[in-house]
């Protein structure tokens, strides 16, 4: 079990005391019933004390972006390494509060303007490259736009609705950005290998989830997004090794990734940012049966406020 702040463990426990005495009251109160119908009554409380568990997590994970943003800033020690995982346990519940960082991803939704026909093409270029970069295949990428762009004409290795027709699927693209992440599963050549990635423990390849986002503001963090889209960017392998050690000791600012490669972040300027304020918080509740809830909340983050855009229970 990892270690509980004392704020976060004073939630949690007034959250578990507040529970139990519910469920006692609830208890007492139906004791003459049968008992099925008690069972039936706490398993559907589980469920809520799950779900406001879950809504916990989500605050825990504001708190840790929020923490991180002030220590990266101001501190040399500070772990920079993201995404942020938290475990914690109560009462036989097991926790699981991850937080990502969405502005160290490529957002495909923003490869498209607000107006008619806009495009932005250096986030295209990084996207089109990323791809070759990591081996997915051409196809899911080209997909992946006609999904969102408002045409019906599939790009060389696309897909427009007569494909989709045509697999007997019962769905087409909706030609609107994507809304979720897992959204992109229905496209055309998404397996969940693809996107989840396969085993760790076999160091096999880390899934498209890790690199897309689909509510950041286009921007990429060059201080927190991998390696891998550093190259899309175009710099080299030793700039990247160096930009890697380099963010390690403290955030890089435009002057330091000038040095670097003058040439790669002038053409990528307009994608590229030093800060991040888009964040996923997923919160995964598991009870002792295997039941699980999950929460994942999109936040925009920045030094005055914390706000939910979106938020979807799972
Ligand atoms: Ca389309």
Same mark, same amino acid.
């Given at each position: ?56 997590? $989500? ?16 501190? #040399?020690?500070? @772990? ?6 938290? $475990? ?62 408002? %045409? %019906? ?40 290998? #693809?996107?989840?990635?396969? %085993? ?55 002057? @330091? ?14 994608? $590229? ?28 983050? %920045?030094?005055?406020?914390?706000? #939910? ?6």
């Amino acid at each position: 079990m990892k270690k509980i702040s004392k704020k976060n463990r004073g939630i949690v426990l007034v959250f578990v005391l507040v529970v139990v005495l519910a469920m006692s009251t609830m208890v007492l109160f139906f004791q003459n019933r049968t008992r099925g119908y008690i069972d039936v009554l706490s398993a559907s409380s589980r469920f809520q004390n799950m779900d406001s568990l879950a809504e916990i997590g $989500i605050e825990i994970g504001k708190e840790i972006i929020a923490i991180q943003q002030s220590l990266e800033t101001s501190s #040399i020690s500070a @772990d920079r390494i993201w995404p942020k995982e938290k $475990i914690y346990e109560a009462e036989g519940m097991n926790l699981h509060v991850t937080v990502e960082d969405e502005n160290g991803k490529i957002n495909p939704n923003r490869i498209f303007g607000e107006e008619k026909g806009e495009i932005n093409g250096v986030l295209q270029n990084i996207y089109n490259v990323f791809f070759a970069v990591t081996g997915y295949p051409e196809t899911l990428r080209d997909s992946m736009l006609d999904w969102i762009d408002e %045409d %019906d004409i599939p790009r060389q290795n696309g897909a427009e609705s007569f494909h989709y027709r045509t697999e007997g699927l019962p769905y087409t693209p909706p030609n609107r950005k994507f809304y979720t992440a897992e959204e992109i599963l229905l496209v055309r050549d998404c397996t969940e290998e #693809i996107f989840y990635g396969k %085993d760790e423990d076999e160091e096999e390849k880390k899934g498209l989830v890790n690199f897309v986002s689909i509510i950041s503001d286009g921007k990429i963090n060059v201080n927190r997004c991998s390696p891998e889209i550093l190259n899309a960017m175009g710099f080299t392998s030793a700039n990247v090794e160096r930009i890697l050690a380099e963010r390690e000791g403290k955030p890089l600012a435009e002057r @330091d990734i000038m040095s670097i490669n003058r040439e790669a972040y002038t053409r990528n300027r307009n994608a $590229i940012s030093f800060k991040s304020s888009y964040y996923c918080i997923s919160s995964k509740v598991t009870d002792r049966e295997g039941r699980e809830k999950m929460i994942k909340a999109y936040i925009r983050s %920045d030094d005055k406020k914390t706000d #939910i855009l979106r938020w979807t229970m799972i």
